[in-house]
């Protein structure tokens, strides 16, 4: 096909090219503006559009007409000898052929301002004004790789950054490179990670969220006033960039909600590059109504051979090896719309595998055409792309073969009317069944494999030998070892012109010749095409949540009746004996002795202890990638539940030992840090649902050693750097907060700042502070400061030295959330003592002991009963230390804390007093569903046992596995949090 090509192009029109801009052409090249047909093919018009023995015409790198049409009697014919032709693919997420933004920088003395020299400084990793079409070259090294799976098109990016600007949809192949922009402002581009910025804010997760909703707000005030205050360069160009097509990055499932939140807020409908994980919760992904773009890089089996103990291996780990290859397959079950991309992909040869392997395992061929034409080219709000219609860019492959076949290979790539060989097409298919007669012996000879690149196998009796094969220069030659002769072997040379039945000579390795023949038997058939093809292995089951204990389903909520239990009611009724408890629709209905259980189910509580659920006032386990913004002294603007994960098996391990509800808070790395989250442990739902109903909100603040960066080292440059700091900084912060709500009151056009905003609602009685502390100075110093600007400080966490402060503290009405009897860990809790908590409690502190501990939290029965021990505190109220008292200090007291009518079903069942160190869970309720049950631990725990074992057996059988492509079992150790954990910390102290 290509020689013909050649050889017609020659009789083509050329003519002089339109006017250069700035240079004159160095030779005698003209613009082709030949028409070309291409005849004799299956065209696929569009993904679902299919013409047999059809025609494409096109010219000057545009078509002209497809289907069933006629061929224009000056056109150029091409034959396509049945060839398959598609549209070319698009790449809507590929950072190839774009160098990186260079910006002008200066060193401003301090990582905590932007390095910007120039007008468009806003923070280092928002990077707007880049465009990638000024730094688009043309000369990228994946080009060629694009080309070969099929790509036409790509839409290319600086990759680099939480906003990296404008990207640019690009024409791949050969030429200059402003003949190869298609659009040249495509699409704005964002993600989650900070990239190379060496800026100090964002230091986490919840900051780069935060980062993001502060500059939508940001443009949209220096589009109506901002303008006229300042010049701002990266804001003029977010403004203009922001009603494009935006596409953010995402390294986890969670991460598309916490994107869509943003989204949101700022009336824009993101697409998301996805992570794998999106098969995980596929009904999230889909109420997203966003469209996803989906990589296809799945994670290598792990290195299983020689493992000692499989328990090294998260089943987690090993369920998501096995379903991430379905990932496209389940959004596409659910029409969650999606476009593929070779992004991130290692093996970028493998890709068109890949789509063959998801054909296989369920998407539908149409499917997969869609999300490789017109879903990229609908992402990209261009209609030029994707099909092969009339007016649409001449961006077409040529195929031997459907191109889902396995030994279906491209020949030719045509970008804009230009053509780009992939694999010469051969002349002759030398593929088939033959006969084979050597030495009065009769052989079955298949040849089969790619039409490029054929294999072959001979013979006899079920018994195989070995062939070389080669094709080239209008030749076949093969090499036999025959299945019955190992150590002779023997050379054929066959002309194509003449090889199907053939009577001639082989030759032998000590050269002498044999008398051959060889007799065509049938054509080749491709596997593909076989009716036999062995069905995918169907995998296992997604697991809600996505981790050990998980389930298929979700439990339901279910009315109960709980009898015969002793009580602890932390109301009125103190410690009730031989007592009932029914619930009903996630709700205590009723409290009392012999109750009617109608329909509900009946628990027998003989012998057992029944109390609220324990209620962790100080947590920081559910949470993702950094506790602490430490690149700023005030972070309130962050928010904790933009970083929920509720994957995390603590969870469940806590569900274990009681806990219902926790306030997941922002470590102590500044003195303002972020904004809490309420959650309850509804195990398997996703954030949303975890977060407690209607809790008030709440803000953590810190004081002492954290905070001034005493054990940060690395020289630390951030104000403040003393205890004395610390209170100026609440000073300066409270002052702005009242500036700024006297600039609102006057200026309708003012700037919308979340930080102050937050500060403003500390002050309105609208946000409730919950602050690490330690030393009774500073306690005394942040109640001052509250008196002076007239807030109350709601809670003290930690409060270690709280005993001193005692009567400061009941007069300004703060309440206490301690530890029983931590002390000596460092030099500011060198005067801690156990009879903390019940000093305060003596002195009419409402008191509370919480964990700020993963592991801590699954015995907080038991801490709570240390203060029995250390103070005789009286066992009800020692009890309320871990339910109501916590509750009232979050003000939830009126839904949880107590066993009363009206209050939501969160009941823990003991085996004994819950106070007691023999104490254990039986069974743990949240809004009256059963989370946890001890009699069912057991067969939770084979679960996991068995679908270990089930994978790791498919696991050693994988093909990768039997290639030696693996990776190694080291045990992944997840990052437990504590209040001065900076993100990439791996923290086994308890240095709260």
């Known amino acids: 096909m290509i020689r013909k090509l050649l050889s017609v192009v020659a009789a083509g029109i050329f003519v002089a090219g339109s006017a250069q801009v700035g240079y004159w052409p160095n030779d005698t090249k003209g613009k082709d503006r030949s028409v070309y047909a291409v005849k004799n093919i299956t065209l696929y018009q569009d993904y679902k559009t299919k013409f047999e023995n059809a025609v494409l015409v096109f010219q000057e790198g545009k078509i002209l007409a497809s289907g069933k049409v006629s061929i224009p009697n000056n056109a150029v014919v091409i034959d396509g000898r049945g060839a398959f032709v598609y549209p070319s693919f698009i790449d809507p997420y590929a950072s190839v052929g774009v160098e990186k933004a260079k910006r002008n920088e200066y060193n401003p003395g301090s990582s905590y ?58 024409a791949l192949g050969e030429g200059i490179s402003s003949e190869k922009v298609i659009k040249e402002d495509a699409g704005l581009m964002l993600s989650l990670d900070k990239g190379s910025s060496r800026q100090a804010y964002p230091s986490s997760l919840v900051g780069a969220v935060a980062l993001l909703r502060q500059l939508y707000l ?90 000692m103990n499989p328990e090294e291996l998260d089943v987690a780990d090993l369920k998501h090896w096995e379903l991430a290859p379905y990932n496209a397959v389940y959004l596409a079950r659910e029409k969650v719309p999606f476009a593929l991309t070779m992004f991130k992909l290692k093996d970028k040869a493998s890709f068109l595998d890949k789509l063959r392997d998801l054909n296989k395992k369920g998407l539908s061929k149409e499917e997969i055409l869609q999300s490789l034409t017109q879903k990229p080219a609908q ?148 596997e593909a095409k076989k009716e036999d093809i062995a069905k995918a292995d169907e995998p296992g089951k997604i697991w809600y949540p996505f981790s050990a204990f998980g389930a298929e389903t979700l439990p339901a909520q279910k009315d109960y009746l709980i009898r015969n239990a002793t009580v602890w009611t932390n109301s009125n009724k103190g410690i009730a004996k031989n007592t009932d408890v029914k619930v009903s629709k996630g709700k205590i209905v009723q409290v009392g002795q012999g109750l009617s259980p109608g329909n509900a189910a009946v628990i027998d509580g003989t012998n057992f202890h029944l109390t609220s659920g324990i209620i962790d006032e100080h947590t920081h386990i559910g949470l993702s990638r950094g506790v602490n913004e430490s690149g700023t002294n005030n972070s309130g603007e962050v928010r904790m539940s933009d970083a929920i994960d509720p994957d995390d098996v603590n969870f469940y391990r806590q569900l274990a030992g009681g806990v219902t509800s926790a306030q997941q808070l922002h470590g102590s790395a500044n003195p303002v840090g972020g904004q809490a989250s309420m959650v309850k442990f509804r195990w398997g739902e996703d954030a949303e649902n975890m977060r407690f109903p209607q809790a008030k909100p709440y803000i953590k603040f810190a004081l002492g050693e954290n905070v001034k960066q005493s054990n940060w080292g690395n020289s630390p440059n951030r104000f403040p750097q003393s205890r004395g700091g610390v209170e100026q900084a609440f000073d300066f912060w409270f002052t702005r907060a009242l500036e700024y709500e006297k600039e609102k009151a006057v200026n309708k056009n003012y700037r919308k700042d979340l930080r102050l905003e937050t500060m403003l609602e500390i002050l309105k009685d609208k946000r409730f502070i919950t602050c690490h502390s330690y030393v009774q100075s500073e306690i005394n110093m942040l109640m001052d400061v509250a008196d002076r600007f007239d807030f109350r400080v709601q809670t003290f966490t930690h409060i270690l030295e709280g005993y001193k402060v005692a ?64 103070g005789n505190v009286p066992q009800e109220e020692a009890w309320k230390m871990v339910t109501l008292n916590p509750a009232k200090m979050l003000q939830i007291d009126h839904k949880v804390g107590s066993i009363e009518a009206g209050k939501d079903a969160d009941l823990v069942l003991w085996t004994n007093n819950p106070l007691s160190i023999y104490a254990t869970v039986d069974k743990t309720f949240v809004d009256g569903i059963l989370y946890f049950d001890a009699a069912q631990q057991p067969l939770k725990d084979k679960m996991v046992k068995d679908e270990k074992n089930r994978i790791i057996q498919k696991m050693l059988f994988s093909d990768d596995a039997k290639k030696g492509n693996t990776q190694s079992t080291e045990k992944k150790q997840r990052t437990l949090y504590h209040c001065d954990t900076l993100e990439g910390e791996e923290h086994e102290s308890h240095s709260h």
């Open 113 to 170: 301002l932007p390095t910007d020299a120039t007008s468009s400084a806003y923070n280092d990793a928002v990077k707007a004004d880049a465009r990638a079409v000024s730094t688009f070259t043309n000369q990228g090294k994946d080009f060629q790789e694009y080309l070969n799976q099929g790509f036409g098109s790509v839409l290319s990016f600086n990759e680099d950054g939480i906003v990296r600007g404008s990207a640019v949809l690009i």
């Open 218 to 307: 940001d443009a949209d005030w220096y589009g109506k006033a901002g303008n006229a205050e300042n010049k701002n360069t990266n804001l003029e160009a977010f403004n203009r960039f922001k009603k494009l097509p935006t596409i953010i990055e995402t390294s986890e499932k969670w991460d598309v909600l916490r994107a869509d939140n943003i989204g949101d807020e700022a009336a824009t409908q993101f697409v998301f590059v996805g992570s794998g994980t999106e098969y995980q919760r596929v009904k999230e992904m889909k109420a997203t109504n966003g469209t996803f773009i989906l990589p296809l890089e799945y994670p290598k089996p792990y290195q299983v051979q020689d493992m």
């Open 379 to 526: 992402i990209l709000q261009v209609t030029s792309l994707g099909n092969l219609n009339q007016g649409s860019l001449a961006n077409f492959i040529m195929v031997s073969d459907d191109l889902f076949a396995k030994e279906a290979v491209i020949y030719e790539n045509w970008v804009s009317g230009k053509q780009n060989i992939i694999n010469r097409s051969p002349d002759t298919d030398v593929r088939g069944d033959y006969r084979v007669q050597l030495n009065s012996q009769t052989y079955d000879l298949k040849i089969k494999g790619k039409i490029t690149k054929p294999e072959a196998e001979i013979i006899q009796s079920d018994k195989k030998g070995k062939v070389k094969i080669a094709v080239a220069d209008y030749k076949m030659a093969m090499e036999l070892k025959l299945p019955n002769d190992s150590l002779q072997n023997y050379r054929i040379m066959l002309p194509l012109t003449d090889f199907k039945n053939r009577t001639g000579t082989a030759m032998d390795k000590d050269g002498h010749s044999v008398p051959f023949t060889i007799s065509f038997v049938k054509t080749f058939e491709p």
């Open 807 to 870: 009567d400061k503290m009941k007069k300004h009405g703060a309440n206490a959330s301690t530890f029983s009897d931590w002390w000596a860990y460092k030099e500011e809790v060198r005067e801690a003592i156990p009879y903390n908590a019940a000093l305060m409690m003596q002195a009419g502190v409402n008191v509370a002991i919480n964990s700020d501990d993963a592991e801590m939290a699954r015995r907080l029965n038991q801490e709570a009963g240390k203060t029995v021990k250390y």
